[in-house]
């Protein structure tokens, strides 16, 4: 399978609690996405980064929240002191971008299901 | 997002009928991304236009973007079982440039039934 993994598949955790999430994207993308999605809606945009750079991080990412990739490969997401409120599915997503500008076709992962008690 | 309004919300057709799921936008869109998604997975990509009166085709889905960039239109004709399931448009809205940041519109859950 060379698609987006994403891992583990589902996670409860007690309040307060730190959780990690891992995503490995797709072989030889450069761009790595994270987004969060709550019941009935669209995905939002968490972060994202090119190669190992961090290139943006979204308002909706407080300082509880930290992402990386180290090595430009695969990218962990850590959520430290959880609360309720972060319940919802982490979804992350790769591209391949060649140079600036331009769009390009983002594919994404089966996500990590998050349920804080 | 209300950035992205998709219309309707939700849809329930007949196996075999046609249908249309739209997506618009007030702003000029550098890219438009439609992806489906199963219940509690994640988003399966369908297609991805860019340029203004683009059309694209995969199996039974066709998908429009306007010449003005603004709303794109996804087609299935005669609908089975398996195109159940919700259907979102994400889209790239530049704020000066492609971003490769997708907003995403709430999604069309659609239901076929047999």
């Known amino acids: 399978d060379t698609g987006v993994s994403q891992n583990p598949r589902h996670k409860i955790t007690k309040r307060g609690q730190n959780v990690t999430f891992r995503c490995d994207p797709i072989?030889?993308?450069?761009?790595l996405y994270w987004y969060r999605q709550t019941l009935g809606q669209g995905p939002e945009f968490l972060t994202y980064?090119?190669?190992?750079?961090?290139?943006?991080k979204s308002r909706l990412l407080s300082d509880r929240f930290s992402a990386e990739r180290p090595k430009g490969s695969f990218s962990t997401l850590e959520i430290q002191r959880t609360e309720q409120g972060d319940s919802a599915m982490y979804l992350c997503a790769s591209s391949l971008v060649l140079g600036s500008g331009g769009t390009y076709e983002q594919y994404f992962g089966p996500g990590t299901r998050l349920t804080v008690t | 997002s209300q950035e992205l309004e998709q219309s309707p919300q939700s849809l329930i057709v007949q196996e075999g009928k046609n249908l249309t799921i739209n997506c618009t936008s007030s702003k000029t869109l550098y890219g438009l991304y439609w992806y489906k998604q199963k219940y509690g997975e994640g988003l399966i990509f369908l297609m991805m236009?860019?340029?203004?009166?683009e059309e694209k085709s995969h199996e039974k889905i066709t998908a429009k973007l306007d010449e003005k960039k603004q709303q794109s239109s996804l087609h299935i004709t005669a609908s089975q079982p398996s195109h159940a399931g919700i259907y979102l448009c994400?889209?790239?809205?530049?704020?000066?440039?492609?971003?490769?940041?997708?907003?995403f519109g709430t999604g069309t859950l659609l239901a076929v039934q047999p």
């Open positions: 994400g889209a790239d809205m530049g704020y000066g440039g492609a971003t490769n940041k997708l907003i």
């Open positions: 072989s030889e993308h450069n761009r």
């Open positions: 980064f090119q190669n190992e750079a961090q290139l943006e």
């Open positions: 236009l860019q340029k203004g009166g």
